[in-house]
T-cell receptor, first 110, second 114 residues
Framework: QKEVEQDPGPLSVPEGAIVSLNCTYSNSAFQYFMWYRQYSRKGPELLMYTYSSGNKEDGRFTAQVDKSSKYISLFIRDSQPSDSATYLCALSSGTYKYIFGTGTRLKVLA | KAGVTQTPRYLIKTRGQQVTLSCSPISGHRSVSWYQQTPGQGLQFLFEYFSETQRNKGNFPGRFSGRQFSNSRSEMNVSTLELGDSALYLC?????????????FGPGTRLTVT
């Protein structure tokens, strides 16, 4: 079993839709949870990170962590075509080693 | 502030050869991590350096090695290349002062092994 599971997509949604991206994990030692966005031919860029359980909001993005279910989510409100990218979750137990999901490809249609 | 730079951007090598990739972190960042990205396995952690010391290592064979210089620039070396080493190699830097979880990635080096 992989430490982190993420649906590869592609996920296609119309412009303005609410997008839900998810990852599940198996190691309860993970304490730090991050979401990265990667455009084609670019390196990943950090969108948000959260510590432990709870929600964190930043503009149109909301990150949610449910440690009891070992489930993390990223919600994008009012999605735009410019949000079309691959979204990667990343988890860390507090060391400098990160475990990444394989990424979900998102397409927002104008 | 300039971002993370990686050279070269593209590389084609043949099996059995060796390759060296270079990464220059954001000015002031002392932590540099390396990742391998492939369609099937996603982003996999190779190793992380801080102040010229390797602090963490992923589960890769000894053919993969790295080092960091006193100016924080880092190099990654892969010896005896195999077809399966074809991947995008990404370097990320972070500033310990801002929190290690804010990693900034470079554009990557696309390595093709034939």
């Amino acid at each position: 079993q992989k430490e982190v599971e993420q649906d590869p997509g592609p996920l296609s949604v119309p412009e303005g839709a609410i997008v839900s991206l998810n990852c599940t994990y198996s190691n309860s030692a993970f304490q730090y949870f991050m979401w990265y966005r990667q455009y084609s031919r670019k390196g990943p860029e950090l969108l948000m990170y959260t510590y432990s359980s709870g929600n964190k909001e930043d503009g149109r993005f909301t990150a949610q962590v449910d440690k009891s279910s070992k489930y993390i989510s990223l919600f994008i409100r009012d999605s735009q075509p410019s949000d079309s990218a691959t979204y990667l979750c990343a988890l860390s137990s507090g060391t400098y080693k990160y475990i990444f999901g394989t990424g979900t490809r998102l397409k927002v249609l104008a | 502030k300039a971002g993370v730079t990686q050279t070269p951007r593209y590389l084609i090598k043949t099996r059995g050869q060796q390759v060296t990739l270079s990464c220059s972190p954001i000015s002031g960042h002392r932590s540099v991590s390396w990742y391998q990205q492939t369609p099937g396995q996603g982003l996999q952690f190779l190793f992380e350096y801080f102040s010229e010391t390797q602090r963490n290592k992923g589960n890769f064979p000894g053919r993969f090695s790295g080092r960091q210089f006193s100016n924080s620039r880092s190099e990654m070396n892969v010896s005896t290349l195999e077809l399966g080493d074809s991947a995008l190699y990404l370097c990320a830097s972070s500033s310990r002062d801002r929190g290690v979880y804010e990693q900034y990635f470079g554009p990557g080096t696309r390595l093709t092994v034939t």
